[in-house]
């Protein structure tokens, strides 16, 4: 079982719809929860970041988390074209950051 | 723009040779980790440096090593490449290990390709 497990895709959305990206982790102990975007050809970018369960709000993004059922989900509210891109869910199950495939998101105009 | 710099940002080797791979990190910043990221797959975790001594190893055979330099800057070293050392190499710099913050600034990478 990989530590970090996403749906690769590609997940695709009309513009102004919302995208809901998920992510499993296996590692129980895990505490701290992240989203990175990561554009074609680019490198990764954070831009959320979660620790407690519950929804944490970052203008159109939306970051949840449930613990016990070792779930991390990102959502994308008036998804824009701009927001195509691969995003990378990554978890610190020990003391390094684990990365999982990615979930490539085309917003079609 | 990171502030964190990676060099050189392509290049080709061929089965045996050793490579030698560089960044800079972001000023104020003490920890470095190097990610090998694979075509269609998320980086793997390498190692991480933190105040010049390597302070966590991912699944990477001895032939994959590096340094820091009292600067912070760092090196990546890998020996008798393999055809799937091919990858994207990626350096990011934080403000302390791992284990307390997950928010890396990643430079644009170095793309091996080995033949």
């Known amino acids: 079982q990989k530590e970090v497990e996403q749906n690769s895709g590609p997940l695709s959305v009309p513009e102004g719809a919302i995208a809901s990206l998920n992510c499993t982790y296996s590692?129980?102990?895990?505490?701290?929860f992240f989203w990175y975007r990561q554009y074609s050809g680019k490198s990764p970018e954070l831009i959320m970041s979660i620790y407690s369960n519950g929804d944490k709000e970052d203008g159109r993004f939306t970051a949840q988390l449930n613990k016990a059922s070792q779930y991390v989900s990102l959502l994308i509210r008036d998804s824009q074209p701009s927001d195509s891109a691969t995003y990378l869910c990554a978890v610190i199950p020990r003391s390094t950051l684990t990365f999982g495939k990615g979930t490539m998101l085309l917003v079609s105009p | 723009e990171t502030g964190v710099t990676q060099s050189p940002t392509h290049l080709i080797k061929t089965r045996g040779q050793q490579v030698t791979l560089r960044c800079s990190s972001q000023?104020?910043?003490?920890?470095v980790s190097w990610y090998q990221q694979a075509l269609g797959q998320g980086p793997q975790f390498i190692f991480q440096y933190y105040r010049e001594e390597e302070n966590g190893r991912g699944n990477f055979p001895p032939r994959f090593s590096g340094l820091q330099f009292p600067n912070y800057s760092s090196e990546l070293n890998v020996n008798a490449l393999e055809l799937d050392d091919s990858a994207l190499y990626l350096c990011?710099?934080?403000?302390?290990?791992?284990?307390?913050?997950?928010?890396?600034?990643f430079g644009e990478g170095s793309r091996l390709t080995v033949l």
């Open positions: 990011a710099s934080s403000l302390a290990p791992l284990a307390n913050t997950g928010e890396l600034f």
């Open positions: 000023s104020g910043h003490n920890t």
């Open positions: 590692d129980r102990g895990s505490q701290s």
